[in-house]
């Protein structure tokens, strides 16, 4: 078939980012918006060599599993991939894609548990950065359109926490009203660039943060006075100042323009100070299902020493210190390491050791000084972890590893590596930590056998 034909075709899958595949002659159509087992009519919009794109005209059969998208930017805006598909077909097809990423990539056969899923998978998300604009002699907030720098209007988020979207609107109509206006991408000017939210789910506390071009913002102090007054849980403002012209959103430099810089908040009973660049799962509610099957599943003892590789501000190694003798913490990052520490002291938890290292490097040191690992804990970035960590890992033998990862493709190609070294999966439970869309969390559980 060639561009703009027309045919008829049954998906058959669908691809890690949620679109249909479809297969006629053995070639592989791919189709935006089609589920498994529906059928309809397809135009071809673009051919390559070994697959080619179309989009769907009208659908014949239905999947039980399509649903209506709550939201009415759901197609332009991107943000989301999977609100046409219901709570069910969402958890049947991240479970299918972990076990066949772990399968394909990993050559690993592990049991994969029916994805986690969250019971109101709606309005979850609790840091929020959305652009600022202008359309039509208004300003406008929302998501950019993909591949664009046009922005798609979006006043109620339907996975951002409702505050968080009430808060955004509120400094919109203060900015019109005081005539503060966005950053153009194209002519670079004006100011405000995003307007960002950080909501503490267990304590109520919001952050507050604007970024600017410029390092002055006109009238920033009547806007911070009205809309503190009008948001009493909001307990700090910061002006992030970022004159960059290219896609990143936070600059270096920060001003307090209320509170003290920070919030807090709480995860399995442990409290902690968030500030504007602290990395915090989004998810709070899924976080604590995910920590917890993690936890459940090393199966920790009070004479357990642990470490905790690429530890972050120390979510993890807080979590597991009241199962086990000692738990050490490392992160390369000097401004995580800083919030671990505060958070071990502000917990009044003595048995955690935090230290900026190479997560691989500091596993060996601790090795060498004799100290024997029962568990480690390793949740790294997407990119997975590093060769020459997994090369460290294995040397260091520690009984369990519970790796947990926002990338199964990555965490399956890892595992590859651990089971040609006496490591043997035992057990995935997938969760969903971001509902409505294709992401998706998995926790693995690997022990060492002995040869």
Request: hydrophobic share 35%.
């Amino acid at each position: 078939m060639k561009k703009n034909d027309y045919f008829y075709g049954e998906c058959v899958d669908l691809t890690h980012d949620g679109q249909g595949v479809v297969k006629v002659d053995n070639f592989t159509y791919f189709v935006k918006g089609m589920l498994v087992g529906e059928t309809g009519r397809l135009k071809v919009i673009k051919v390559l060599k070994n697959y080619a794109i179309a989009r769907l005209i009208e659908l014949d059969e239905v999947s039980k599993y399509r649903i209506e998208p709550k939201c009415s930017v759901f197609k332009p805006c991107g943000g989301c991939q999977l609100q046409h598909l219901s709570k069910e077909g969402q958890m049947l097809f991240k479970t299918k894609r972990v076990k066949d990423c772990l399968e394909r990539i990993g050559n690993c056969f592990v049991t994969v548990n029916d994805c986690l899923m969250m019971e109101e998978p709606w309005y979850y998300r609790n840091k929020v950065q959305m652009p600022i604009g202008v359309k039509g002699n208004h300003l406008v907030t929302g998501f950019y359109k993909q591949k664009s720098n046009e922005i798609i209007p979006c006043d109620n988020c339907f996975i951002q926490n409702k505050l968080s979207n009430q808060i955004t609107n509120r400094v919109k109509e203060l900015m019109e009203e005081f005539k503060i206006y966005p950053y153009d991408k194209l002519s670079h000017q004006g100011n405000i660039k995003h307007i960002l939210t950080k909501f503490g789910y267990h304590t109520n506390e919001i952050m507050l943060v604007l970024i600017s071009y410029r390092n002055k913002i006109k009238d920033v102090n009547k806007l911070v006075e009205i809309i503190v007054k009008e948001f009493p849980m909001i307990k700090t403002v910061i002006q992030n100042i970022n004159p960059r012209i290219d896609n990143v959103i936070l600059g270096e430099q920060e001003v307090i323009l209320y509170g003290n810089g920070y919030i807090y908040d709480t995860l399995l009973d442990n409290k902690y100070k968030i500030s504007l660049k602290s990395f915090y799962q989004v998810n709070p509610i899924q976080v604590e299902k995910l920590y917890s099957k993690a936890i459940e599943f090393a199966d920790l003892s009070k004479d357990d020493v642990v470490l905790d590789a690429y530890c972050g501000i120390g979510t993890i190694t807080l979590s597991v210190a009241k199962y086990v003798k000692k738990v050490y913490g490392v992160e390369i990052v000097d401004a995580a390491i800083a919030d671990a520490k505060n958070n071990a002291n502000l917990n009044n938890i003595n048995n955690v050791e935090f230290t900026c290292a190479d997560a691989g490097k500091y596993m060996i040191e601790l090795v060498n000084d004799n100290q024997h690992l029962d568990v480690v804990f390793v949740d790294p970035p997407r990119k997975g972890c590093s060769s020459e960590f997994l090369d460290y890992l294995v040397a260091a033998a520690p009984k369990k590893i519970v790796y947990i990862s926002c990338d199964v493709s990555t965490q399956a190609r890892d595992i590859k590596f651990l089971q040609e070294f006496s490591y043997t999966a035992d057990i995935c439970q997938p969760v969903d930590m971001f509902p409505q869309t294709t992401h998706v969390e998995t926790v693995v559980l690997m022990s060492r056998k002995e040869k």
